[in-house]
């Protein structure tokens, strides 16, 4: 219940999120398991409406596959912390295993290239090496937790004095 509180209370990104949810060891576990640096994030925009809304848990893997136009992917950029998920909308593959990937967010109206160049060196597509995963399933609305009381550090201070209150004015089992 502790590390369960310290997970709402401190501010996460999504990349943060799956280390604070479970021990070190199930971190391990699944990292083998979905070969993915974070094998959970929430989808913390509405770019990825109407697939993915705000608040949404998604699970990612990251097996030895290729990635496919239409396939949902989620990416990071090399000066940004946060990870973007996102629509492959071009995938084009290169003679030594590596892809020219363009994707797009479902709700925005133009794909991620000035994104790209802005954030990663002058490059207009991804690559291989910039993906985390591929989403396998979802929790809807699940992550909404955490967004509002990153969005709304009141709610925290809230919940912290009504945990503190429930310590106060509960019953001793031993008397």
Not at 96 to 107: F, H, Q, R, S, V
Not at 114 to 143: A, C, F, I, Q
Request: net charge negative.
């Amino acid at each position: 219940i502790i590390q369960l509180c310290f997970f709402f209370f401190k501010q996460k990104t999504a990349y943060e999120m799956l280390r604070s949810l479970v021990g070190s060891e199930m971190c391990i576990r699944d990292r083998y398991i979905t070969k993915s640096e974070s094998p959970i994030v929430v989808v913390l925009s509405g770019s990825m409406e109407p697939a993915y809304f705000r608040g949404d848990i998604l699970f990612l893997t990251h097996w030895d596959e290729p990635v496919q136009t239409g396939d949902v992917i989620v990416f990071k950029l090399t000066h940004q912390d946060i990870p973007i998920v996102h629509r492959a909308i071009s995938v084009q593959e290169k003679d030594d295993n590596d892809y020219y990937i363009l994707t797009k967010g479902d709700n925005n109206r133009v794909d991620d290239r000035p994104l790209y160049y802005e954030l990663h060196d002058n490059e207009v597509w991804l690559h291989k090496k910039d993906l985390m995963g591929k989403v396998r399933g979802y929790l809807p609305y699940v992550g909404i937790v955490t967004i509002l009381l990153s969005d709304y550090p009141i709610l925290k201070y809230i919940l912290i004095g009504a945990m503190c209150l429930l310590v106060i004015i509960a019953k001793d089992p031993q008397s």
